[in-house]
């Protein structure tokens, strides 16, 4: 089983430079580099396609500081990557069983439809914050205690409705912010603290 990730700036999970890291933070990138090895050469292996679109969108960083990482071969049965319906993680998640949670960009979808000439346009209120209020109940049953919600870095996840509904609600179930974005505005990784 050999799962990869790409890791687009080596501070959002891999926190460097490490001597401004907290203790916490050094925890997490322990915990990461213990599970993780980068993946040599990974922008070699991109998809033509890939590659267009980040030159078309200049996604966050220029090609040649894009990042992969890997599960470790040691770590692999250790590791349990699942799929499925965001509003039902009780469905394919047992309650208090995962250590972390990835939602990389899903708010944003969840949160959105496609408007005229294909642009995602917000959803109304009504709409958006019982939907996020479902993901974090179901992100509360089924992270473990002191697990993590990595969210993904799209503003959209972090603004207007669905991030003050988000934040608040995590909030209210006492998750604490662990990482924030390069602006300290954005918070891209949530601890539970129960």
């Keep these: 089983m050999k799962k990869s990730v790409a890791a687009f700036n080596d501070d959002y999970l891999a926190f460097v430079p490490q001597e401004t890291l907290n203790i916490k933070q050094l925890e997490y990138k322990k915990m990461f580099n213990d599970f993780f090895d980068e993946i040599p050469n990974y922008k070699e292996k991109l998809s ?3 590659r267009f679109q980040r030159f078309l969108f200049k996604k966050m960083l220029p090609i040649s500081q894009v990042k ?3 599960v470790k071969p040691e770590k692999a ?3 349990r990557f699942v799929q499925g319906d965001i509003l039902k993680l009780d469905n394919i998640v047992d309650s208090n069983s995962a250590d972390v949670i990835l939602f990389r ?3 944003y979808h969840l949160t959105t439809y496609e408007g005229p000439m294909g642009f995602k346009l917000p959803l109304p209120d009504d709409e958006i914050i019982p939907a996020v209020k479902k993901v974090v109940e179901q992100v509360d049953k089924a992270l473990s205690p002191e697990g ?3 969210i993904g870095s799209h503003p959209s996840d972090h603004m207007l409705t669905a991030g003050e509904t988000l934040y608040s609600e995590l909030e209210k179930r006492g998750f604490t912010p662990a ?3 390069s602006s ?3 918070v891209l990784v949530w601890a ?3």
Aim: net charge neutral.
């Design 105 to 107: 960009n899903a708010l």
């Design 48 to 50: 033509l396609a890939e």
């Design 192 to 194: 539970k603290n129960k």
């Design 77 to 79: 049965d250790t590791c």
């Design 148 to 150: 993590l919600f990595v």
């Design 68 to 70: 992969g990482y890997q």
């Design 184 to 186: 300290y505005t954005s």
């Design 179 to 181: 990482l924030k974005d």
